[in-house]
């Protein structure tokens, strides 16, 4: 079974020229997983938090679990993303599922205050991408079926390297390529496909413009 189905699609825009190869490495592709955890400098309960779960589709970056009440001896919780928006709310001692993330505070010696609180971090984990095809389809507009550019990671000379366990991809495309792709300062619509050749199941891994200029000296000037 291959990671195929871990991969969301990310946008990255490129600026390549007529006059040089095509050498561009991409994101990480990775699944959300857990960066570590910050109990707040003003805590006054030395209680602990656990993260036993990061699923797919958590919002990368910094989650905040505050003590917001405490009442008929239970000791409530709420949890924000890294926008503020609030993901759950709970109790310390059971499972607390929010935004992804599957949390359990459990008291210690000294009680747990309101205000106490927790930051866990979120980061991209790299998924393995041996054995994936990668393909590029650059379009002479968003409407258009014509290709201008395409690039692969299949067959003998690759133009889209795989970096296999990093997580990485990176564009490989000669100058001669390039050279014979018109200018277009506006952009080329493009798509970079991930295919499992067991399968044939095909998703999106990244999307956006390529900004194709004369020379260096014209990038940003479309």
């Known amino acids: 079974m291959s990671n195929l189905a871990l991969i969301q699609p990310q946008r990255v825009d490129f600026d390549t ?29 030395n209680g602990t938090l656990a993260v036993p779960t990061v699923v797919s589709g958590t919002a990368y970056g910094a989650h905040e679990v505050t003590v917001t009440s405490i009442a008929s001896g239970l000791v409530r919780l709420g949890v924000t993303d890294p926008d503020g928006v609030v993901t759950g709310r709970g109790v ?52 258009a079926a014509t290709i201008a550019l395409q690039a692969t990671s299949a067959g003998a000379g690759p133009t889209i390297a795989n970096g296999g366990v990093t997580g990485t991809i990176a564009m490989a495309v000669r100058r001669a390529t390039m050279a014979r792709t018109p200018v277009k300062a506006d952009g080329y619509p493009y798509a970079i496909f991930a295919t499992d050749p067991a399968s044939g199941l095909r998703v999106p891994a990244f999307y956006g413009l390529i900004h194709h200029t004369a020379i260096p000296a014209q990038i940003g000037q479309g």
């Open 17 to 45: 020229t007529q006059a040089t190869d095509w050498l561009d490495g991409l994101p990480v592709i990775g699944a959300p997983g857990f960066g570590g955890l910050v109990a707040g400098s003003a805590n006054v309960g």
């Open 92 to 143: 310390a001692g059971v499972p607390l599922y929010a935004g992804g993330l599957t949390l359990l505070a459990t008291p210690g010696s000294v009680p747990f205050a309101v205000g106490d609180s927790f930051a866990v971090g979120v980061v991209p984990v790299a998924i393995d991408l041996t054995g994936l095809q990668f393909d590029l389809d650059a379009r002479t507009a968003a409407s």
